[in-house]
């Protein structure tokens, strides 16, 4: 996932009504009223959100008959996970060098009783 889209992804994410929306998208495929009606927004407001969603991969939209449900695209968030993944790691493997240097210096500062004995 290139910059540019991993940043439209975040953007996207970055609205509470948008990340609602994508939470009760895990449950299943909605229609646009049924997202629209726990907020105080028009469905034209409620549109617009979808569209930013849409824009960022998060989700589409197919038409069934007269029904055109939103439909979560999950593959988005693997590419998330993999993003967020590589800076976990390279943060847990500063945290375990700092905890061996800090073992070190508390070795130091406390020698073993061997140590004393020489």
């Not at 993999?82 to 508390?106: I, N, S, T």
């Amino acid at each position: 996932m290139d910059d540019d889209r991993l940043s439209q992804v975040f953007a996207a994410l970055a609205d509470p009504i948008r990340r609602d929306m994508v939470a009760r998208l895990t449950d299943g495929d909605a229609g646009v009223g049924e997202l629209a009606e726990p907020y105080a927004v028009s469905l034209q407001a409620v549109s617009k959100h979808l569209k930013v969603l849409e824009e960022a991969g998060l989700v589409s939209r197919r038409r069934e008959a007269q029904r055109r449900p939103v439909h979560l695209e999950a593959e988005v968030f693997d590419l998330m996970t993999k993003w967020l993944e590589r800076y976990r790691r390279r943060a847990e493997e500063r945290f375990q060098r700092l905890d061996a240097v800090l073992d070190e210096l508390q070795q130091d500062q406390h020698p073993t009783r061997e140590e004393d004995a020489s």
